[in-house]
T-cell receptor, first 112, second 112 residues
Framework: SQKIEQNSEALNIQEGKTATLTCNYTNYSPAYLQWYRQDPGRGPVFLLLIRENEKEKRKERLKVTFDTTLKQSLFHITASQPADSATYLCALDERGSYIPTFGRGTSLIVHP | DARVTQTPRDKVTEMGQEVTMRCQPILGHNTVFWYRQTMMQGLELLAYFRNRAPLDDSGMPKDRFSAEMPDATLATLKIQPSEPRDSAVYFC??????????FGPGTRLTVL
């Protein structure tokens, strides 16, 4: 069966360090992979999209990698700040589908 | 500042009552999604519209849920009759032709 796995345990890190979140998937052939941020009581907000033929994408302090052999995406936040504390969701767009499937998300807590 | 709006933001109702949730997608967006989010299941897709036509509602319990787009500025999700297990946050999202989605603030539904 198809599965998208994100660590259910919260990631706690110190301000200034790099946060790395993982998204693993099985039985998908994603054309795209997206990352969203969700704050409590709010809807998810789009951050980055990476295509299957791209290895890495950056946006300011954010970096996403996509390894279709390992079936894994890593999401990095460098020089993390307490304001980065939120839940981060990955979403896969299967080839031929316009409907992304979301993972359950990982909570990131950045301590001052 | 274009954004997706949803009403009501909070709804408390009794089992058996009809619930109607409304969404105004971003002007010019041609895709609309309805999701349900719970702690147990995460974000689940309920319905998907493209150019106002329903393309996927396989995630929706058909016996009690219905989704429509009477015009390009309004999407509705109805539950009749509502049950306690329907308690969740319901999100509407719209998209403009790329894969990223813009989420509304959600409707928090509590069915007693």
């Amino acid at each position: 069966s198809q599965k998208i796995e994100q660590n259910s345990e919260a990631l706690n890190i110190q301000e200034g360090k790099t946060a790395t979140l993982t998204c693993n998937y099985t039985n998908y052939s994603p054309a795209y992979l997206q990352w969203y941020r969700q704050d409590p009581g709010r809807g998810p907000v789009f951050l980055l999209l990476i295509r299957e033929n791209e290895k890495e994408k950056r946006k300011e302090r954010l970096k996403v990698t996509f390894d279709t052999t390992l079936k894994q995406s890593l999401f990095h936040i460098t020089a993390s700040q307490p304001a980065d504390s939120a839940t981060y969701l990955c979403a896969l767009d299967e080839r031929g589908s316009y409907i992304p499937t979301f993972g359950r998300g990982t909570s990131l807590i950045v301590h001052p | 500042d274009a954004r997706v709006t949803q009403t009501p933001r909070d709804k408390v109702t009794e089992m058996g009552q009809e619930v109607t949730m409304r969404c105004q997608p971003i002007l010019g967006h041609n895709t609309v999604f309805w999701y349900r989010q719970t702690m147990m299941q995460g974000l689940e897709l309920l319905a998907y519209f493209r150019n106002r036509a329903p393309l996927d509602d396989s995630g929706m319990p058909k016996d009690r849920f219905s989704a429509e787009m009477p015009d390009a500025t309004l999407a509705t999700l109805k539950i009749q009759p509502s049950e306690p297990r329907d308690s969740a946050v319901y999100f509407c999202a719209s998209g403009g032709g790329y894969n990223e989605q813009f989420f509304g603030p959600g409707t928090r539904l509590t069915v007693l």
